[in-house]
């Protein structure tokens, strides 16, 4: 596993990390690409919240070092690469660049990229996220196309937090009296102990998009059981979830696969056409981190 310049001394274990708007995992692996353990740890959406997301990017990689029984000095001989949510706003990207981290070094780009390469083991191919977010992307030789994957204030249509958000809105619509309230508006003032728009309000003003992604079970519960508000919003997410995925196959030319923690719920609703395109991944995106490593495809870094 060698990218480094040959005067620099060679890393002596490697980390691949895939670092999203719940959690960040990465995966420790010697230079022979032996797996030797693997760290979770919280949010790492570098264009929500960068501190946040060094933290875990951190906190991952030593709990990795950690289950593998080496020294905690480990990290600073540990070449680390990953995939984060945020990283294709040139902003978010920028900042991180200038992170003075511990690592022997540091390689990054979009969990989509990361995720794309080790699902298809960098050949052509396409991949659907629902998780905390949602985003369709495409990999053609060597090129990434995205789709969708705007971020929780603009985007994500059928994830897990715009699920929430939804119904929140709904709820806040029916404590108002403008809509009918029915399971799913008492189910989202159960979860959130709020009773009262102003309760609800003030609860959830300020809130991440984990928080709405909570309601996402309790949504996916009531409309396997036919509630119709909760059933109409699954619908109309996984239109829009199968409309990127769309894209994203015909830009590939090549198989779907699916990510993120949502996905799997979702997949039975996805259109037919879908389906049908469907595959299992080769690798996940810690691997596909050290993937486009090994292949010399990362373009950006911080101070390495």
Avoid at 31 to 55: E, F, K, P, S
Avoid at 69 to 97: R, V
Avoid at 194 to 223: M, R, W, Y
């Amino acid at each position: 596993m060698s990218q480094k310049k040959s005067s620099e001394p060679t890393p002596l274990y490697f980390a691949g990390i895939d670092g999203g708007g719940t959690k960040c995992r990465a995966e420790l692996y010697d230079a022979h690409g032996n797996l030797l353990g693997a760290g979770v740890a919280g949010a790492a959406n570098i264009a929500r919240n960068g501190d946040v997301a060094r933290q875990s990017i951190l906190d991952s990689v030593k709990a990795a070092i950690a289950q593998a029984d080496l020294p905690p000095e480990t990290l600073n001989d540990t070449l680390a690469c990953g995939g984060f949510a945020g990283a294709n706003l040139p902003s978010a990207s920028n900042a991180l660049k200038q992170w003075q981290h511990p690592f022997h070094s540091f390689y990054f780009t979009s969990d989509l990229h990361t995720a794309l390469y080790g699902a298809h083991d960098g050949a052509n191919g396409a991949v659907l996220v629902i998780g905390t977010g949602s985003c369709a992307a495409a990999l053609k030789d060597g090129e990434l196309t995205q789709f969708g994957g705007h971020g929780f204030l603009l985007g994500d249509k059928g994830s897990g937090a715009w699920l929430g958000k939804q119904a929140v809105v709904h709820t806040l619509e029916a404590i108002d009296a403008i809509q009918p309230k029915g399971q799913l508006a008492k189910a989202v003032c159960d979860h959130y102990q709020a009773h009262s728009a102003t309760a609800l309000v003030d609860k959830l003003n300020q809130a991440n998009p984990g928080v709405f992604g909570e309601l996402c079970p309790i949504i996916l519960e009531l409309a396997h059981h036919a509630e119709p508000t909760a059933q109409a919003l699954v619908e109309e997410g996984c239109r829009y979830l199968s409309a990127i995925a769309r894209k994203a196959i015909q830009r590939s030319d090549g198989a779907l696969v699916l990510a993120g923690g949502v996905a799997h719920a979702l997949q039975p609703l996805l259109d037919s056409d879908i389906q049908a395109k469907l595959t299992h991944s080769t690798h996940g995106p810690e691997w596909g981190a050290i993937l486009l490593y090994q292949h010399g495809a990362f373009n950006q870094g911080a101070n390495a």
